[in-house]
C-alpha cells in the first residue's frame, strides 16, 4: 500500500489536473461567474486576459459582494446584483500557482498548508494550463487504487 500512495505522489499535477476550465475575463460581471460554476459544477474560475491567469473566484468571493439574503432571492434577482460588480474587483489576486510538472506531493502539502482547495497549473509566462482542486486529488487517488486490483 505505501508503494501505491508514494508511486501517486510523485505524479505530475499535469496527469491529474482539470483541462480546460471555465474562464472569465477581468472585465466582466460576476453574474457571468455565478453561470460559469453553475455549468461547470466547478468551485473555482480563473481569471485570464489575454491567455494568462491573473486572478481567481470562488463561491465566497461572490457571497462577499452579495447582501446576506441574496440567495433566498430569484436567480434573475441575484445576477442584476451580480452584474453591478465587475471581475477585477472581486477577484483573488494574490493566488499561489504552480507548474505542471510539479510532483503531487508538494501539491497537496501547498493546498494542505495554504488552507486553500484549488491550485492554478501555469506555464512560465502565466498563461493557465489547468487546475489542480482537492477533487482532482482524491479523484486520481481513488482511480489509481481502482487499476490496482
Avoid: K, W
Amino acid at each position: 500500500m505505501g508503494e501505491l500512495v508514494s508511486e501517486f505522489l510523485n505524479r505530475a499535477v499535469r496527469e491529474v489536473m482539470t483541462t480546460d476550465p471555465a474562464t472569465v475575463h477581468p472585465t466582466q460581471h460576476l453574474s457571468v461567474v455565478r453561470h460559469a460554476m453553475m455549468a461547470s459544477h466547478g468551485h473555482h474560475v480563473p481569471v485570464v486576459d489575454e491567455g494568462r491567469f491573473i486572478g481567481l473566484l470562488a463561491p465566497a468571493d461572490l457571497l462577499r459582494v452579495l447582501p446576506a439574503n441574496a440567495y433566498e432571492q430569484a436567480p434573475e434577482v441575484v445576477d442584476r446584483m451580480l452584474d453591478r460588480v465587475t471581475v477585477r474587483a472581486a477577484m483573488q489576486e494574490d493566488v499561489v500557482t504552480v507548474g505542471p510538472n510539479l510532483a503531487l506531493r508538494d501539491a497537496a502539502r501547498q493546498l494542505m498548508g495554504g488552507g486553500f482547495h484549488c491550485l492554478p497549473v501555469v506555464d512560465d509566462r502565466r498563461h493557465l494550463l489547468g487546475l489542480l482542486t482537492t477533487s482532482d486529488l482524491v479523484r486520481a487517488l481513488l482511480d489509481a487504487g481502482d487499476h490496482r486490483r
